[in-house]
């Protein structure tokens, strides 16, 4: 059975093949459908189990978890939890409860999650605020984060911007690079740009790591490059390690 709203509806809880929303909808209870497309907004206090493609244009908030095999939304989201093999968010995304990806998230309007996040491939602009844990196979943010608990990832990047200090507890993966972002305005021309820092309140361990402008009580990887702006206590390595006359370091040992 397909449901269809044109204008302003409700949906029930229970089974469909496809909903199309065309305006404006609100739904309770569970819900299970082949495909959920919604052009206007949807307002939920439902969950939803979607077996293929979730697709938004315009504003998604449900409070209860969202399952599928994708998620599109070109506009705000909001969920209880987020569960979906392909996820893409072409604006502000915000999760009450975990985000899963089994293969690729991309969000460009900025990330908050107050659960933890697993992703195969994470790549958030913006900025990225998580209560709990990140865990990824490689993962990049620009614009910062705020990671309430460890950051594990293969492959880290994380360009930090002027409008806010970063912050995680530990950081743990094989590459890891942290720098400021490059990028310019018309006031960072004229008066400098304005550096934010990134502080780790524990330890940094990988196989190559590239830092500056962060903060850690322990650096410790095979290759390491300590940049401008770095207060680290102790930094060891295994290979080499290359520490920038702007940095404090407190101590520096072979392992």
Do not use: W
């Not at 969202?66 to 599109?72: D, I, L, R």
């Not at 330890?203 to 962060?214: A, K, L, P, V």
């Not at 095979?222 to 290359?242: D, H, K, N, P, T």
């Amino acid at each position: 059975m397909d449901m269809k709203i044109s204008g302003a509806g409700v949906i029930g809880g229970g089974e469909y093949d496809k909903i199309a929303i065309s305006g404006s909808a609100k739904a309770e209870g569970l819900i299970r459908c082949k495909e959920f497309h919604c052009a206007g907004a949807f307002s939920g206090n439902a969950e939803i189990e979607c077996e293929n493609e979730i697709k938004v244009s315009g504003a998604f908030s449900n409070r209860g978890k969202v399952s599928a095999k994708e998620f599109h939304s070109s506009g705000s989201a909001k969920t209880g939890g987020l569960c979906a093999g392909v996820i893409k968010v072409a604006g502000a995304l915000k999760t009450e409860g975990d985000f899963v990806s089994s293969d690729h998230a991309k969000i460009a309007g900025g990330f908050k999650c107050e659960g933890n996040i697993k992703s195969a491939e994470l790549e958030v602009a913006g900025g990225l605020k998580v209560s709990g844990d990140l865990e990824a196979e490689n993962a990049y943010i620009t614009g910062g984060i705020s990671c309430g608990g460890l950051i594990n990832a293969e492959n880290l990047r994380i360009d930090l911007d002027s409008s806010s200090d970063s912050k995680a507890e530990s950081i743990g993966g094989s590459k890891i690079v942290v720098e400021n972002n490059r990028e310019k305005g018309l006031i960072a021309k004229l008066f400098g740009q304005n550096k934010r820092s990134f502080t780790v309140s524990e330890s940094i361990e990988g196989d190559e790591i590239i830092i500056e402008h962060t903060k850690a009580k322990i650096v410790t990887g095979r290759y390491v490059m300590i940049g401008e702006g770095c207060e680290i206590g102790l930094v060891q390595y295994s290979e080499s390690a290359e520490i920038s006359p702007k940095a404090k370091i407190g101590r520096c040992e072979k392992i």
